[in-house]
């Protein structure tokens, strides 16, 4: 059962979860994420008003981002990304 298993774990890790198309998209989706962070690290006011720190401190404000970021479903990460940097080549059904 155990080498039935490793097997199986094997195809599924060359064939999906490591394939090309796949981990083209994964490479996508960190380069919106890394530019999301970077556009609310510029100007944190683009952070909605009740996520922000009332201080503006920065590591309150980085956790804010991160939080902010985290938080957001892939379709509104990419049209964040859209509106605030620019088109992101994504599959449709993504």
Same mark, same amino acid.
């Given at each position: $059962?155990?080498?039935?298993?490793?097997?199986?774990?094997?195809? *599924?890790?060359?064939? $999906?979860?490591?394939?090309?198309? *796949?981990?083209?998209?994964?490479?996508?989706?960190?380069? /919106?994420?890394?530019?999301?962070?970077?556009?609310? @690290?510029?100007?944190?006011?683009?952070?909605?008003? =009740? @996520?922000? #720190?009332?201080?503006?401190? *920065? /590591? #309150?404000?980085? @956790?804010?981002?991160?939080?902010?970021?985290?938080? $957001?479903?892939?379709?509104?990460?990419?049209? =964040?990304?859209? =509106? *605030?940097?620019?088109?992101?080549?994504? #599959?449709?059904?993504?």
């Amino acid at each position: $059962m155990a080498a039935a298993e490793r097997q199986l774990k094997a195809y *599924l890790y060359k064939n $999906m979860y490591q394939s090309a198309p *796949l981990t083209a998209v994964q490479e996508k989706a960190k380069t /919106v994420l890394a530019g999301l962070f970077a556009a609310y @690290r510029a100007d944190p006011s683009l952070i909605p008003i =009740q @996520r922000r #720190p009332a201080d503006g401190a *920065l /590591v #309150p404000t980085l @956790r804010a981002i991160c939080d902010f970021v985290a938080g $957001m479903t892939d379709r509104y990460a990419i049209t =964040q990304h859209r =509106q *605030l940097i620019g088109p992101v080549e994504l #599959p449709e059904a993504f």
